[in-house]
C-alpha cells in the first residue's frame, strides 16, 4: 500500500517535479498539490494525506503558519518543512509549530524519499547542517539533574538521532537491525514521555541526556 502525500509550494515547477518523484515511487503516491494554504483544512480533509509537505515561504498564509493549522485540525499528520535557506529562525519556529522534520529543498532525490519514510514511521528527518543548528540553539539549556533509566543502547542511539541520523543510519552504526532500532526508539519515548522524534530530540538537547 503506497503512502498518500500531499505538497504545498507556490513554485509550480517545484510541485510538478516533486509530485513526478513521488508517483514513480512504489512507496509513495502524490494526491494533492496547491500553490497556497489559503485552503488548507479543506484541501487536506478533501485528499486524505498520510504525509504534507510544506513550503516555508508562500504568500498569503505562510508554512509556518499553516503547520500550526495542521497540529489544530489534524493532530498526528506528519508536516516535513521544505526550503532553499538554513535560516536559525525559521528552523526553530517551524520546529515549535509542530514540525515533523526539516529538509533543504536541493536534498538529493534518494535521501529525500528516505526522509519521507522515516517521518511516516515516527521519525524526525533534518538535514545534517540543520541538525547541527539544533544542538547548538539548546546547547546553554540548564542540565536537569532528572533520571529518565535510559539503558546504554538507548542514549547511543538517542545522541544519534540528536545528529539527524535516520533509522538505517543508526542501524547501520550500531550493526542491528532497522526493526530493533525501531524497538529502542518507541523505548525511548515511553521513558522520556514524548510521542514524537521532535519531542525527543528537544528533551535529550535541553536537559543533556547525551
Request: with cysteine.
Amino acid at each position: 500500500m503506497t503512502s498518500r502525500i500531499i505538497i504545498f509550494d507556490d513554485n509550480q515547477e517545484r510541485l510538478n517535479s516533486v509530485a513526478m518523484l513521488l508517483n514513480l515511487s512504489p512507496e509513495f503516491t502524490c494526491t494533492g498539490t496547491f500553490i497556497n494554504a489559503n485552503n488548507l483544512v479543506a484541501d487536506i480533509a478533501g485528499s486524505k494525506p498520510d504525509l504534507v509537505l510544506m513550503d516555508i515561504d508562500m504568500p498569503g498564509i505562510n508554512g509556518i503558519e499553516a503547520t500550526k493549522m495542521i497540529r489544530s485540525n489534524f493532530e498526528e499528520l506528519p508536516v516535513l518543512m521544505q526550503t532553499n535557506f538554513e535560516e536559525d529562525d525559521r528552523i526553530f519556529d517551524s520546529l515549535r509549530a509542530g514540525a515533523n522534520g526539516y529538509l533543504l529543498k536541493k536534498t538529493a532525490p534518494e535521501k529525500f524519499l528516505e526522509s519521507l519514510k522515516e517521518a511516516l514511521e515516527g521519525g524526525a528527518p533534518m538535514t545534517g547542517s540543520i541538525a547541527t543548528q539544533v544542538l547548538r540553539y539548546f546547547a546553554n539549556e540548564v542540565q536537569s539533574k532528572k533520571d529518565y533509566h535510559l539503558t546504554v543502547r538507548e542514549k547511543e542511539i538517542l545522541a544519534y538521532l540528536t545528529k539527524g541520523y535516520s533509522y538505517k543510519l543508526i542501524a547501520a552504526e550500531c550493526n542491528i537491525s532497522y526493526n530493533t532500532v525501531n524497538n529502542h526508539i518507541r523505548n525511548i519515548y515511553d521513558k522520556l514521555y514524548v510521542n514524537s522524534a521532535t519531542e525527543a530530540i528537544s528533551l535529550a538537547i535541553r536537559e543533556r541526556l547525551v
